[in-house]
């Protein structure tokens, strides 16, 4: 139990880091791999079917907000039963050498059968605006040109290929491209900002962040 806690502890650590919450599936790989699954539907589900690529031996399964145990594995076809509360979360590990996911399912209370994209990319974005107040404040200046930087280098594609391409646009008008880009933000508001990546299929993933600059900028 101590293994299988410390696995989940470190998924939820790195999910919440990254904000992966908004992709149904994510793959990760420590010294295993790792199959997460959070069910983005307002439905709650009864059951989960996963398609590997070849016959292979699950090391274990842990979940919060669901009830799932495996019923089934066939020729690499993993068949789980229970429930999954929406945002519910589901861990599936397996040897690190293991064959890759190729398909998954969700099932409802029917017996029909939702796919999960698990081919897709994962668009994910790191970057920092900088404190700041409405009013002027002591150790505020007024809000002059600033330059954030934007990362991307966490996307990742679920099959382990090198990502193709990195688009930035933002709210304003303007575009990027590049895993990291630096822009120059001459006036405070609010922006939102688009990042879509794509894989060498030519399959893409987006992400959109919303932030404020203040009009008064203030040390931390």
Request: charged share 20%.
């Amino acid at each position: 139990m101590k293994g299988r806690t410390a696995a989940w502890a470190l998924v939820l650590v790195f999910c919440c880091a990254l904000g992966v919450v908004g992709r149904s599936y994510d793959f990760i790989q420590t010294s295993r791999n790792v199959a997460l699954f959070v069910n983005e539907e307002e439905a709650t589900f009864v059951g989960l079917r996963v398609v590997f690529a070849d016959e292979v031996a699950p090391l274990q399964a842990i979940g919060i907000g669901s009830t799932f145990e495996l019923i089934s594995n066939e020729a690499g076809v993993l068949t789980y039963e229970g429930t999954i509360i929406p945002l519910g979360m589901f861990e599936i590990d397996w040897e690190l050498d293991g064959a890759k996911v190729v398909a998954a399912y969700w099932i409802d209370t029917d017996g029909a059968e939702w796919p999960i994209d698990v081919a897709s990319p994962h668009a994910r974005m790191r970057f920092d605006v900088p404190a700041g107040s409405e009013e002027e404040d002591p150790g505020c200046v007024p809000f002059a040109p600033i330059a954030i930087e934007f990362h991307g280098n966490w996307s990742k594609d679920p099959d382990g290929l090198p990502l193709v391409r990195h688009h930035w646009s933002w709210s304003d008008g303007l575009h990027l491209e590049g895993e990291a880009v630096v822009r120059t933000f001459w006036a405070p508001g609010s922006y939102t900002v688009i990042l879509t990546v794509w894989d060498v299929e030519g399959l893409s993933h987006s992400l959109t962040e919303e932030f404020y600059l203040y009009p008064f900028l203030c040390e931390e």
